[in-house]
């Protein structure tokens, strides 16, 4: 596989591919990046020497979701192209382990939720805060996050746009280890090699069965959200929604 996809930079590690997304601070969500890393999981994929990959972030956020001012966030005014990149995510055949070093939020969320495992740092948060936006969850959340964490659960996360912090995650399932901070990538990559030492072939098998008709999934509830996700964003409470949340305050919301 290429050493870099844009602004995604590879390399291997025995049968391992580290992938780390460098947009720091904060790894906002484009097309453009959700295209590449697709891109470089398919190379993956095809690489027989690799069996799974481990999926990082520069910076002080892993990934905190769209960037509602950059155009190539939402491509074409809307989310379709975004959507059709997470569908591919969705798609590919090895393992994926994500390390959370910090805010998983919104389309960053769902981003984690590509990943089969996730190891956080104890300044990890995720949120799926669309509804504070004045928006409806996206990047197929309202499949993956109750197969993760229940119904109950993902309503909570979803109607409330609640922080959850790393530890009530791991209690959750959300995540499957928190380590400091320092330990993080290591732990991943522990977690990462002790998949890959395993028989390739019942790996990938096993995955198939375990995530069933998932990009199915993904792609029906993705047509679903755009669908609302193009209504809302032309109410006066998602105009209102984007300014409070650039100003950190509550939104002053009107239902309208």
Request: glycine share 8%; hydrophobic share 45%; proline share 4%.
């Amino acid at each position: 596989m290429k050493e870099r996809y844009g602004d995604i930079s590879t390399r291997t590690d025995g049968h391992v591919a580290l992938l780390e997304i460098d947009r720091p601070p904060h790894n906002h969500v484009t097309v453009t990046l959700m295209k590449d890393l697709a891109d470089a999981l398919f190379d993956v994929d095809a690489e027989k020497a690799l069996r799974v990959s481990l999926l990082m972030s520069a910076g002080k956020s892993f990934c905190a979701g769209a960037d509602f001012a950059a155009r190539d966030s939402v491509g074409d005014g809307g989310t379709g192209s975004l959507y059709e990149q997470a569908v591919r995510l969705f798609s590919t055949r090895k393992p994926v382990v994500a390390a959370v070093q910090g805010a998983a939020i919104g389309a960053g969320l769902g981003l984690a939720l590509a990943a089969d495992f996730r190891v956080a740092a104890p300044e990890a948060r995720f949120s799926a805060n669309f509804v504070k936006l004045g928006f409806h969850p996206g990047f197929g959340i309202t499949a993956t996050l109750p197969r993760l964490v229940g119904a109950q659960k993902a309503a909570l996360m979803c109607l409330t746009g609640r922080r959850i912090k790393a530890e009530e995650a791991l209690g959750w399932g959300l995540v499957d280890d928190v380590v400091p901070q320092e330990r993080l990538r290591e732990t991943a990559l522990a977690l990462a090699r002790e998949l890959a030492e395993n028989a390739p072939l019942a790996v990938e098998a096993t995955r198939a069965t375990l995530r069933a008709d998932i990009a199915k999934e993904v792609k029906a509830q993705t047509d679903r959200e755009l669908v609302i996700q193009t209504a809302l964003r032309k109410t006066a409470d998602f105009a209102e929604g984007i300014r409070a949340v650039a100003e950190r305050r509550p939104g002053n919301f009107t239902g309208t």
